[in-house]
């Protein structure tokens, strides 16, 4: 059974930091490109940050570039998240999406981080 936990979400001040975990279970880790979409209240789901199998690649979205930075360590099965200089716009429910080169594509529950004084 496939598992996808997101972990670290919560409340920051603007201009502060989180760290969001993604860890995964049950699949081949490695084969699998990852991904961070958010989804804030009454907006669509957006794409944040990707990256790829094992040469590492990563693209973000402009609203987070030189801000966030995603990473992944392999033997960890886990994805991370590093957000700084939060913004109030930042807030939002995190998804963490993993996805093969054949399309099968899982999703985690989401952890929710709320930039707020």
């Known amino acids: 059974q496939v598992q996808v936990a997101e972990s670290g979400g919560g409340l920051v001040q603007p201009g502060g930091s989180l760290r969001l975990s993604c860890a995964v279970s049950?699949?081949?880790?490695?084969?699998?490109?990852m991904s961070w979409y958010r989804q804030a209240p009454g907006k669509e789901r957006e794409l944040v940050a990707n990256?790829?199998?094992?040469?590492?690649?990563?693209n973000y979205a402009d609203s987070v570039k030189g801000r966030f930075t995603i990473s992944r360590v392999n033997a960890e099965n886990t994805v991370y998240l590093r957000m700084n200089s939060l913004k109030p716009e930042d807030t939002a429910v995190y998804y963490c999406?993993?996805?093969?080169?054949?399309?099968?594509?899982?999703w985690g529950k989401g952890t929710l981080v709320t930039v707020s004084s």
């Open positions: 999406r993993a996805r093969s080169a054949y399309g099968a594509v899982f």
């Open positions: 990256i790829t199998t094992t040469d590492g690649n990563t």
């Open positions: 049950g699949i081949t880790f490695s084969w699998y490109a």
